[in-house]
T-cell receptor, first 111, second 113 residues
Framework: DAGVTQSPTHLIKTRGQQVTLRCSPK?????VSWYQQALGQGPQFIFQ???????QRGNFPDRFSGHQFPNYSSELNVNALLLGDSALYLCASSEQGPEQYFGPGTRLTVT | DQQVKQNSPSLSVQEGRISILNCDYTNSMFDYFLWYKKYPAEGPTFLIS?????DKNEDGRFTVFLNKSAKHLSLHIVPSQPGDSAVYFC????????????FGPGTSLSVIP
């Protein structure tokens, strides 16, 4: 049984560009959450998707957007990249409740 | 403003001894608390949780204690093993928005053989 998978593993982008990160949830999970983890900090909640709708959102600007597909996989899009967007982006899936299964993350570097 | 705090960035413990990791929270709406463990190059892994209706929850070597009046919880690992060396995150959520989990900054635990 595959756990949560994310792609790509690493990514380097230039300021002002746009990026798309992808996530496949653990089998049987219908809810996907995205987190940003800066160096030395804990994961910061970006948003959560359930039934292809954004259900909860953290304190992130509209440059951060997402999508969930009918097969429950999800994408995180970030527009107009800033240097401060450099971080590890984590995807987590769950069935219900706050206990989540995390993927290994995508390391984004903005230069 | 950080709603979940872990004031010890790092902790070193001898193998076989007890490890105690502490966490404080400020939001009184939080009623469900979780601990995650993270190894380098991996995502966090769920370890143990506790609801606010309890003050203790055990799972093998891991025990979480909750003191609601002090808005404080702690994770005890007994006995500590070298494989426990990782970053431990305390996290919290509120019944009104269980989906939104707030994480602390983490404590790096080193268990010395």
């Amino acid at each position: 049984d595959a756990g949560v998978t994310q792609s790509p593993t690493h990514l380097i982008k230039t300021r002002g560009q746009q990026v798309t990160l992808r996530c496949s949830p653990k089998s049987g999970h219908d809810t996907v959450s995205w987190y940003q983890q800066a160096l030395g900090q804990g994961p910061q909640f970006i948003f959560q998707y359930y039934e292809e709708e954004e259900r909860q959102r953290g304190n992130f600007p509209d440059r951060f957007s997402g999508h969930q597909f009918p097969n429950y996989s999800s994408e995180l899009n970030v527009n107009a990249l800033l240097l401060g967007d450099s971080a590890l982006y984590l995807c987590a899936s769950s069935e219900q409740g706050p206990e989540q299964y995390f993927g290994p993350g995508t390391r984004l570097t903005v230069t | 403003d950080q709603q979940v705090k872990q004031n010890s960035p790092s902790l070193s413990v001898q193998e076989g001894r007890i490890s105690i990791l502490n966490c404080d929270y400020t939001n009184s709406m939080f009623d469900y608390f979780l601990w995650y463990k993270k190894y380098p190059a991996e995502g966090p892994t769920f370890l143990i949780s506790i609801s606010s209706i309890k003050d203790k929850n055990e799972d093998g070597r891991f025990t979480v204690f909750l003191n609601k009046s002090a808005k404080h919880l702690s994770l005890h690992i007994v006995p500590s093993q070298p494989g426990d060396s990782a970053v431990y995150f305390c996290a919290a959520s509120a019944e009104t928005s269980y989906d939104k989990v707030i994480f602390g900054p983490g404590t790096s635990l080193s268990v010395i053989p």
